[in-house]
């Protein structure tokens, strides 16, 4: 077995609850006779997107880290592209602590703007 993470992006219009139980669908398919294991889940709630996908701005962000063999991403990964509110998802390796709590972005500062030399 594996170390993985994934990140679930789903449309905003999908309520937390709904998002609970369409995680515990997904994470049925890692776990149970597959022998894999969820070790964190990690719900960031709505963000806003970087580019608009599928006419969206905003998402619904889930990281999840998960054990499982290799044999079961296939399978896991076709059910998620039937998922017509799951707008992205994307599974990597774990190879080492990564972190799992948003990162917030230094505002970024003009350079043409110099609040000092208002006229």
Known sequence: MRDYEIVYIFSPAVE?????????????????ENGGEITVVDHWGRRQLG????????????????SAPATVLPEFE???TLDEELLRYLVV????????????AAPVRDEDDDSDDEE
Do not use: M
Request: aromatic share 10%; glycine share 6%; net charge negative.
């Open 16 to 32: 937390e609850e709904k998002v609970n139980e369409k995680l515990e669908r997904y994470h049925g398919l890692l776990t149970g």
């Open 51 to 66: 580019y608009p996908i599928a006419d969206q701005t905003s998402a619904y962000y889930v990281v999840t880290q998960f």
């Open 78 to 80: 076709r059910i998620l």
């Open 93 to 104: 390796v774990n190879e080492g602590d990564l972190v799992t709590t948003p990162v917030q």
